[in-house]
């Protein structure tokens, strides 16, 4: 079956959960090739060369146009996090290494169903949250990151 087939269904609230809740991208084991983040950030995770070869031989005629929307949407996600004061970083990385105050946790970014775009907030007094791009929105960075500023207090 053609994995790129799960993104064109339009996903219910408890799909939506399980598809980008935190649960989805857990490890049990730290990766020696991990990224590892230790202050407050908003990662965008980039597509592989595969992810991006996997995606051009499913849009064919259209990959450029759809790889520049995506571009686009996330280079406006990134002048819009950064405006409020919050660090951005990327990666094209398979796995990401938290590292908070109290808990690390440990991430895969690259199962077959997950997303080969997505963005992750993190700050190192809170859970991170894993954001779908249909719910970023300049109030979610506010509240994530002013929640993540008041716990440390």
């Known amino acids: 079956m053609d994995k790129s087939f799960y993104f064109a269904l339009p996903l219910n609230e408890d799909a939506h959960r399980a598809k980008y809740g935190l649960e989805s991208y857990l490890l049990d084991d730290f990766k020696p090739n991990s990224e590892i983040v230790d202050f407050d950030c908003a990662i965008i995770v980039f597509p592989t060369d595969k992810q991006l070869q996997h ?16 571009r686009d949407y996330y280079d406006m ?25 109290k808990k690390t946790w440990n991430l895969t970014l690259r199962k077959d169903y997950l997303p080969p775009w ?36």
């Open 118 to 153: 997505n963005l992750v907030f993190f700050t190192r007094n809170q859970r991170p949250k894993i954001i779908s791009p249909a719910e970023f929105g300049t109030e979610l960075v506010a509240s994530y990151f002013n929640a993540g500023q008041q716990a440390s207090n």
């Open 55 to 70: 995606h051009k031989e499913i849009q064919q005629e259209y990959f450029d146009e759809s790889v520049q929307c995506n």
């Open 77 to 101: 996600i990134r002048e819009k996090i950064e405006t409020v004061g919050v660090k951005t970083i990327s990666t094209r990385g398979e796995y990401l290494r938290l590292i908070g105050e």
